[in-house]
């Protein structure tokens, strides 16, 4: 299954699979905890659908849906 | 008479010391350079960026 | 002396932490080289830095590699990880990479008063044990732990324990090893750690390698060789495959340390405040709430008073003055000149009180950062970005913290749009001669106030999509924002924050206003031959008339208007001082209209702020032809609105 964090809706959870991602965007967001194997869970999106508010490792995180695409999920 | 220039006096004095202070605390204020808004540099608690606690 | 620094997350209560131990020691520096903030302070005979809140020491950005490069160089003699005790496994992240560099540590668990809400129970002692640094508990904003901190700080700078490293897996430990057996890192600055270095190099870390001398052929190859089958074996580039160990030591050590407890959620106020639907009304209404509170009812209520008080002190000063003989010249200088200026603006004390201290309850609650998520989707159609909402916010108390506060938007030219546009939100100096306009040409009309704050969106917007449809690249960067607990703010912290800002008003009131009243004063009493004249034949009259006339077509060409508006650059508060001097707050309408009274307020509104404001632009924006452009676009902006205005008002009206 090829999905994006981007793709998930309100309430969906995933497991973090690949970050495609230029070095520096994807470190950032593996510094922030988005590392292979981790639970993410959709909390809600922003007034105007982006961006988007998500759990991850016991904090709450927001990022755009740009970000969120290169994101992948199992 | 008197009165009238002890009067005078006691203005002019007012006047001087308060304009003294007003330039002394400038001065202070530009070797500091604080923020003249804020007004103080030590302990400022008016830092723009504490809320976010990151500067760039 | 010993140097402690002070490091973590952003939002660990670190700050609050810095305020307890450095008490009033504290300043604020410059970084050489940087435009981050260096904050320092003395504590218990030790100097203590706080470095800025970072989640990593990548060597990415500004803060991160500053912090990095002032641990390996400066070698602080301990350093103090704060932790956000509910965020544990996180935080752990960043231990891990202290533990590497070779200081002595120390971790602090911060809000330990909102464990038990969370349902959370943490082993200090077993997570003192796998970190081998001593782990002290503690409440930043109750107070609770300090004595505790401060005896545990003497603890370790007397014992400089080193804290252990974190290992990762043993097939990534097999290469790490074999580095470290090379010679090349023999060649490693003083006061770097082998393994450290080793990890760097399977990294790739560009700082590192930079600070480093070429390696030898062979033993590039070996690196190289290293990192592919690290590549090959995990299915990653070598930097995510560290980043990723990491993170398991971190996990690994927050599953044997914590326990936590499924707890029942209350009402959290993010269901409403980021709310599809009511997350935006709620946002306006809460602004609203904040200016009625301060502007309206507490204004509405000491203004008048003030007033009053002033002009009787005036009458007083002059009726006293008359019986004893005084000159009039010194009598006047001081009822007409400095009690009248300065009384104008020190009237507006009490709201611009209130108004701060609502602005600093709402800037640490955490509110901000849901504000920046709701509003990031609009703000980005202004080519700005959901940050910038920030400043304009904080720009509505004084337009200068709001300038610095855009620091944390990183997109450049977001960044210097967002510090265009701050200004053109009223800030507390403007409310002054708004409020003078408004009672004296528009009593009753109260929702024209608003509408000054809705002027300044409008330029705020239109000055955003201008600059968006002049970009020809629209880039934009990453929005990566983290959504703090809210938190009741620490009374003390907002105390000292409000009274600052509030002492800082009147300060200017007593300072810049007194000696530009005295000076309006005497310029608009004598003419240049020095003979006591009418205001119309002063100096000041002749040379305002030079100015003048660029402002006949706004309605205001009459020398005390521009006068007033050149006063206005050292403080925009002199504005309305110079007015009461000039020609004295119960004659306005002798020269201005209703009209001309609202193109006067718009030019205000729009035009350049003050010169602290200006020079807080130029440190952000740091070029002087930005500044000039900057300015030059805020001028003329205000001076074609304030043209639209006066021929909308004499269209309609």
Request: aromatic share 8%; charged share 20%; hydrophobic share 45%.
């Amino acid at each position: 299954m090829h999905m994006t964090m981007d793709e998930l809706t309100v309430g969906q959870t995933g497991a973090v699979k690949a970050i495609n991602a230029p070095k520096q965007l994807k470190r950032r967001l593996m510094d922030m905890g988005f590392t292979k194997g981790v639970g993410v869970e959709v909390v809600k999106m922003a007034p105007m659908g982006d961006p988007m508010e998500v759990t991850v490792r016991g904090y709450h995180l927001c990022l755009r849906k740009a970000e969120a695409s290169v994101i992948e999920l199992r | 008479m008197l009165i009238t220039i002890l009067a005078n006096i006691t203005v002019a004095t007012i006047i001087l010391t308060l304009l003294a202070f007003a330039i002394s605390v400038m001065i202070k204020q530009g070797k500091e350079e604080s923020c003249a808004s804020c007004s103080t540099k030590k302990r400022s608690a008016c830092k723009g960026c504490q809320f976010a606690d990151k500067c760039h | 002396m010993q140097t402690l620094a002070l490091i973590g997350n952003p939002n660990c209560g670190k700050t609050t932490l810095f305020n307890l131990l450095t008490g009033t020691s504290a300043y604020v520096g410059n970084w050489p080289g940087v435009t981050v903030e260096k904050k320092e302070g003395m504590t218990n005979g030790h100097r203590i830095l706080d470095l800025p809140g970072i989640y990593s020491l990548s060597p990415y950005s500004p803060e991160e590699k500053l912090s990095r490069r002032y641990i390996l160089d400066e070698q602080p003699d301990l350093i103090i990880d704060v932790i956000d005790a509910t965020n544990l496994e996180r935080s752990l992240y960043l231990t891990n990479q202290l533990a590497e560099l070779g200081r002595p540590l120390l971790l602090v668990l911060n809000m330990e008063d909102l464990l038990e809400k969370e349902g959370i129970t943490i082993d200090a002692k077993r997570l003192s044990q796998m970190t081998g640094a001593p782990v002290v508990q503690i409440s930043a904003s109750k107070g609770t732990g300090i004595e505790a901190l401060q005896a545990q700080i003497e603890k370790s700078l007397s014992e400089k324990k080193l804290p252990l490293c974190p290992l990762f897996s043993n097939f990534v430990e097999r290469y790490i090893s074999e580095i470290i057996g090379d010679d090349y890192l023999h060649q490693i600055p003083k006061g770097r750690q082998m393994r450290w270095a080793a990890i760097k190099l399977i990294e790739a870390d560009e700082l590192f390698l930079s600070s480093m001398p070429a390696p030898p052929p062979a033993f590039k190859t070996y690196i190289e060789k290293a990192r592919k089958e690290l590549e090959a074996h995990f299915e990653d580039d070598p930097e995510a495959i560290i980043i990723d160990q990491r993170y398991k030591v971190a996990e690994h050590i927050a599953k044997d340390c914590q326990i936590k407890k499924k707890t029942k959620k209350g009402f959290e106020f993010d269901s409403i405040a980021t709310h599809r639907f009511a997350a935006i009304p709620l946002f306006l209404a809460i602004m609203a709430g904040v200016f009625y509170l301060s502007i309206g009812l507490v204004g509405g209520y000491t203004t008048p008073l003030l007033e009053e008080l002033f002009a009787f002190l005036g009458e007083q000063v002059h009726l006293i003055a008359d019986r004893f003989g005084v000159f009039p010249l010194l009598s006047g200088i001081l009822a007409d000149g400095i009690i009248a200026g300065v009384g104008a603006v020190l009237t507006f004390v009490p709201q611009l009180f209130v108004l701060f201290l609502l602005l600093s309850i709402l800037e640490d609650c955490g509110y901000m950062a849901r504000i920046a998520f709701i509003m990031d989707r609009m703000m980005r159609t202004l080519g700005l970005s959901g940050k910038s909402i920030i400043p304009l916010v904080i720009g509505t108390g004084c337009t200068v913290p709001a300038i610095m506060s855009s620091r944390t938007i990183e997109h450049q030219k977001q960044r210097e749009l967002t510090v265009i546009v701050t200004p053109f939100i009223p800030c507390g100096a403007k409310m002054p001669v708004f409020a003078l306009m408004l009672t004296y040409f528009f009593p009753g009309k109260w929702f024209i106030a608003p509408m000054i704050y809705l002027l300044g969106i409008v330029a705020v917007v239109v000055t955003g999509l201008l600059a968006r449809a002049l970009d020809r690249h629209k880039e934009t960067n990453a929005f990566i924002l983290e959504l703090p607990r809210y938190q009741l703010p620490s009374p003390r912290n907002t105390w000292l924050q409000t009274r600052e800002r509030t002492l800082g008003f009147i300060q200017k009131a007593g300072t810049i206003i007194l000696l530009s009243s005295v000076i309006i004063y005497l310029l608009s009493s004598y003419s240049f031959t020095l003979q006591a004249v009418d205001a119309e034949q002063s100096m000041l009259a002749m040379l305002g008339k030079l100015i003048a006339p660029i402002f006949a077509p706004l309605g205001f060409g009459f020398w005390q208007a521009s006068v007033a508006l050149l006063t206005g650059i050292a403080a925009k508060e002199s504005i309305v001082s110079t007015l009461s001097v000039t020609i004295g707050t119960a004659n306005l309408g002798a020269l201005f209209t209703s009209d001309s009274a609202l193109s006067y307020m718009t030019f205000i509104l729009l035009s350049s702020p003050c010169i602290a404001a200006i020079s807080a632009m130029f440190k952000e924006l740091g070029s002087k032809r930005k500044l000039l452009y900057a300015v030059l676009w805020q001028t003329g902006f205000a001076y074609l609105a304030a043209l639209l205005v006066r021929l909308i008002v004499l269209l309609t009206l």
